[in-house]
């Protein structure tokens, strides 16, 4: 069966400090993966989303960067955190139309 | 270009009495949709999908919703509500946009239940 990894579970970082979050996917192969921002009080916000190694697309302009080095591992990082970084983050995959498949989530907050 | 509208950002019930949590959507194609539950601080869980079978999709924990191609809706129902179904529910279309399947999420609608 697929499952979904994500960590770290929370994480409180310092104003420009950098940040790697690793998410990987077991049990599938050439998944889509997705990166997520919740923001407290708001919906999910679409921040990366790939559909094949080292193909990554950018939803929305910001501090972040994602990268795929392996088929079923989605790394989402910064250089230089700042504190409207702060939020919960989420990793997913899907195939096609299919459900997508969340992981648990990193909780960030930027101090 | 695909949407969601989740028409009530809280919606407050008394316990035992019926759920009613409202999606309007838009897509180019025929998208597949999803209700998706998050109780606080957790990841996502599947509720139920629609991917172009019956239009009346039953899932998890006695939900349901109705796929109504004319009004563009998906809202969800429950007949009876339960304490442990406060949480926020996201409703999610996806279809292929610009070549890729992209979920794209509602605002959310946070449940309240009172005993």
């Not at chain 1, 559909?51 to 230089?80: H, M, T, W, Y």
């Not at chain 2, 009876?80 to 409703?91: G, L």
Request: include cysteine.
């Amino acid at each position: 069966s697929q499952t979904i990894h994500q960590w770290p579970a929370t994480l409180v970082q310092p104003v420009g400090s950098p940040l790697s979050l690793e998410c990987t996917v077991e049990g599938t192969s050439n998944p889509n993966l997705y990166w997520y921002r919740q923001a407290a009080g708001r919906g999910l916000q679409l921040l990366f989303y790939s559909v094949g190694i080292g193909q990554i697309s950018s939803e929305v302009p910001q501090n972040l960067s994602a990268s795929r080095p392996q088929d079923r591992q989605f790394i989402l990082s910064s250089k230089k955190l700042l504190l409207s970084d702060s939020g919960f983050y989420l990793c997913a995959w899907a195939a096609g139309t299919t459900e997508a498949f969340f992981g648990q989530g990193t909780r960030l907050t930027v101090v | 270009a695909q949407s969601v509208t989740q028409l009530d950002s809280h919606v407050s019930v008394s316990e035992g009495t019926p759920v009613l949590l409202r999606c309007n959507y838009s897509s180019s194609y025929s998208p597949s949709l999803f209700w998706y539950v998050q109780h606080p601080n957790k990841g996502l869980q599947l509720l139920l999908k629609y991917t172009s079978a019956a239009t009346l999709v039953k899932g998890i924990n006695g939900f349901e919703a109705e796929f109504k191609k004319s009004e563009t809706s998906f809202h969800l129902t429950k007949p009876s509500a339960h304490m442990s179904d406060a949480a926020e529910y996201f409703c999610v279309v996806s279809d292929r946009t610009g070549g890729s399947y992209i979920p794209t999420f509602g605002r959310g609608t946070s449940l309240i239940v009172h005993p």
